[in-house]
C-alpha cells in the first residue's frame, strides 16, 4: 500500500539520489560524483546574488503594498 505523504510502498525505503543529476546513489552520499558536487556549488555560488535580488524585490513590492493601503484609510473612514 502506498504511503499518503512519500508515495512509498509500506516497509520499502525510498532511494536517494544525487541533488545535481538525480541518479540514484547510496542512502549517507549526497551527490553521485565529486564532479556534481562541484557543479551543484558553482551553480549555487552563481544564484546566490539573485536569490538576494528576488528577496529584496519582495520586501519593496510588500512595503509599496503597506503604503498605499495607509494613504487609502482616509477615503473609506
Given at each position: 500500500m502506498?504511503?499518503?505523504?512519500?508515495?512509498?510502498?509500506?516497509?520499502?525505503?525510498?532511494?536517494?539520489?544525487?541533488?545535481?543529476?538525480?541518479?540514484?546513489?547510496?542512502?549517507?552520499?549526497?551527490?553521485c560524483?565529486?564532479?556534481?558536487?562541484?557543479k551543484?556549488?558553482?551553480?549555487?555560488?552563481?544564484?546566490?546574488?539573485?536569490?538576494?535580488?528576488?528577496?529584496?524585490?519582495?520586501?519593496?513590492?510588500?512595503?509599496?503594498?503597506?503604503k498605499?493601503?495607509?494613504?487609502?484609510?482616509?477615503?473609506?473612514?
Amino acid at each position: 500500500m502506498a504511503d499518503k505523504v512519500g508515495g512509498a510502498m509500506d516497509g520499502q525505503k525510498k532511494k536517494k539520489r544525487c541533488l545535481y543529476c538525480g541518479k540514484k546513489i547510496g542512502s549517507r552520499m549526497k551527490f553521485c560524483s565529486a564532479a556534481c558536487m562541484e557543479k551543484y556549488e558553482e551553480a549555487e555560488k552563481k544564484d546566490q546574488p539573485k536569490i538576494k535580488y528576488f528577496v529584496a524585490g519582495i520586501l519593496f513590492g510588500f512595503l509599496i503594498t503597506l503604503k498605499n493601503q495607509n494613504s487609502r484609510e482616509g477615503y473609506y473612514g
